[in-house]
């Protein structure tokens, strides 16, 4: 049986399409059969973070529209033999598409794939309530900030006035050393304000920023430590129970003498 | 940074404590304007039984308490005039 599941976050920028890219590929490895769809319509980008730009030929909108079958819109990952990515219209306006002409879409993919996962748009309108209408989980992306805090809060709210259930947390950019230090909202702080579900915590990692250049993930990359949680979360969503450690990060020897110095911990 | 500032209480305390106020109007979804409207309408009926209330002085605000729980909190003072 499929499972649907929408990757959302409110604020922008703060790794829904990364997440999307490394999740779908994790669940792929672990011997799925996946989709990830980019649900952004106007403003394509999943394709990029995949490295997969250069084979588009068809879209979702052209799958909608019927321009194309949808075989026809699935692009094949260039790593994972299972693993398809459904783009989305780059020159299209977000209301292209309905909510029902998107669930239509989704139940068609469920017919193929063990998962499909739903890259959302940032914000709450349109774009947002097409992406999760076919959804059957939501998970939710974070950063420990204010602003993205805030607005994931607003999201588990519509979680909930749309019936979704209750969401699922990615705390993505944590810092260890400035939770350390005191400067940088905790696990804890962020689960106790939105009360929902952790299913996993990537720490500020600069890797990611070389992979999405060269159009890599960093599932991929054995030594990556930010691969491997990614293919825990994977790992979860695929129902095995991986128990959720705290990140790992050695303290430096400056921060170990100032903590000495300061009575420390 | 702040090396031997033991003293430094940090910045996380501070987004943590900002965060908590936005969201706790961001989830009650009460206006200004409906929080005024709602003072005047809560002193029409205090007025019935206890006329000296002033809906000047009625003071309503979303806050916290310690176990974290949500609440509307609302203090009224008694006017001067005894037994009405």
């Known amino acids: ?265 | 940074m702040s090396f031997f500032n033991r003293n430094n209480k940090g910045s996380a305390s501070v987004a943590r404590n900002r965060l908590l106020t936005v969201l706790l109007h961001d989830r009650v979804k009460l206006t200004p304007d409906m929080i005024e409207r709602l003072k005047i309408e809560l002193c029409d009926v205090i007025r019935r039984y206890v006329p000296s209330i002033d809906p000047d002085t009625i003071d309503i605000a979303v806050t916290q308490t310690d176990n974290n729980t949500d609440q509307l909190e609302t203090r009224i003072p008694l006017g001067r005039g005894r037994n009405g």
Not at chain 1, 153 to 172: F, H, S, V
């Open chain 1, 1 to 265: 049986m499929a499972k649907v599941i929408t990757i959302t976050s409110g604020k922008g920028g703060v790794g829904k399409t990364t997440s999307t890219a490394n999740l779908g590929t994790a669940l792929a490895g672990l011997g799925n059969k996946v989709v990830v769809v980019d649900a952004d319509i106007g403003l394509r980008n999943l394709d990029v973070v995949m490295g997969l730009e250069n084979r588009i030929v068809y879209d979702l909108v052209d799958v909608i529209e019927g321009n194309c079958r949808l075989r026809q819109a699935l692009i094949k990952d260039k790593h994972e033999a299972e693993l398809y990515l459904l783009p989305a219209a780059q020159t299209r306006d977000k209301d292209a598409v309905t909510q029902e002409e998107m669930v239509e879409l989704v139940d068609q993919l469920r017919e193929e794939f063990d998962f499909v996962l739903i890259d959302s748009p940032a914000g709450i309108e349109s774009g947002f309530k097409n992406a999760i209408a076919g959804a059957d989980e939501i998970i939710i992306v974070t950063t420990p900030e204010v602003s993205a805090v805030r607005d994931a809060d607003r999201i588990i709210g519509l979680c909930e006035a749309y019936e979704k259930g209750q969401p699922r947390l990615i705390l993505n950019r944590l810092r260890p050393k400035m939770v350390r230090s005191g400067e940088m909202m905790s696990v804890e702080d962020v689960l106790q304000i939105l009360a929902i579900d952790l299913i996993g915590i990537i720490p500020e990692d600069e890797d990611v920023i070389t992979a999405t250049n060269k159009g890599e993930v960093l599932v991929l990359d054995k030594s990556s430590k930010t691969g491997k949680y990614y293919t825990d979360i994977a790992r979860r969503i695929n129902g095995e129970e991986v128990a959720i450690d705290p990140i790992e990060d050695t303290p430096s020897l400056i921060e170990r003498i100032s903590n000495m110095l300061r009575g420390g911990r």
